[in-house]
């Protein structure tokens, strides 16, 4: 089928309604098998557990057309885990790993032509998420869910593609010690919303946290992982337990060691040596790599020698290399690219 006429270029990260989209609903103990509809409107009781209690979680990937005109995923079993881990923190029945993916083939296939030819800088991003859909008015979990996949392409998740962000050190904090930092839960982002205004209204592209026990130590920011390069070329990154486990920082420490020959280190890492650094850069699903020139901790400017007009040169590399496998013109480790047409 021909592509859809949109000007893939110019998409920003942006809502694109496109033509399928899975359901699935989970009632009196089970999973039905789950269908692709064109409706994208769905109708709840206003006490459905989802508006009143907030039971509610998501993930994020993308398809890409690759160079040779496949259409593929990046590591969706790795969604599928983490929203299964997700599901069990927020006590949410689990979504079929194994059904999940088939749930990502079945929407990526039906909306093939929303899927931005390769090398347009967009991708088809996914929106896997899942809700409590009952009435509930005592604060307990949901009798009944659904499980949806929405698919819309986008273009870069910052204004500015990849130019150098500036970011500020917040004075809220992300996620409670021992609380839900680590899973990708609606309420983590429906908290980060005051502040991500903010954030804008001064001038900043994100906020970065700190670690909510000591506020000594960098976690993330609100909607990626954060990665360091040290002068003589480390990849360093925040090891905490209330940081979401990234899966494209997970897949980046691997591309640093295994194909960049690179020394890779999680570690804690504190506020105060972030001014040693050489890079820095926001990595995730949306933000892809996206690199960081100014960190602002209260009005004291931490400036990478990488500038801001340009990524960092290791940066570079680790996007290069990343949205090579990605794209198909770097072969990647075994069971990284789903092939779905
Ligand atoms: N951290 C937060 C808070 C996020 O929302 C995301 C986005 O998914 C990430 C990190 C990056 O994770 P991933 O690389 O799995 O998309
Ligand atoms: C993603 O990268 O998939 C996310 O969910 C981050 C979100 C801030 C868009």
Known sequence: MAKKDIKWGELGFGYVKTDYRFVSKFKDGKWDDGVITEDSEIVLNECACVFQYAQTCF?????????????????????????????????????????????????????????????????????????????????????????????????????????????????????????TGNIKAGLNYAMSLYNIVDAHECGFDENVYLDPGTRTKIEETGGANIIFITKDGKLVTPKSDSILPSITRRSLMVVAEKYLGMEVEQREVY????????????????????????????????????GMSDMGPVTKKLYDTLTGIQMGRLEAPEGWIHVIK
Do not use: Q, W
């Open 271 to 306: 506020l105060d040596e972030i001014a040693d650094f050489a890079e820095c850069g926001l990595c995730g699903t949306a933000a892809v790599i996206s690199p960081v020139g100014k960190i602002n901790d209260h009005g004291k400017e931490i400036c990478f020698p990488s």
């Open 59 to 179: 993930e994020g990937l993308k398809a890409y057309e690759t160079e040779d005109g496949h259409i593929v995923c990046f590591r969706p079993d790795l969604n599928a885990e983490r929203m299964a881990e997700t599901a069990r923190r927020l006590r949410m029945p689990v979504f079929p790993e194994e059904k999940f993916i088939e749930a990502v083939e079945k929407v990526v296939s039906a909306n093939a032509d929303f899927v931005p030819p390769y090398g347009s800088g967009a991708t088809l991003y996914l929106r896997p998420f899942m809700f409590g859909s009952d009435s509930i008015i005592g604060v307990k979990p949901a009798n009944e869910y659904e499980f949806r996949i929405f698919g819309t392409p986008v273009g870069p998740y910052f204004k500015g593609g990849v130019k150098p962000l500036t970011v500020r050190i917040s004075d809220l904090d992300r996620a409670a010690p021992r609380g």
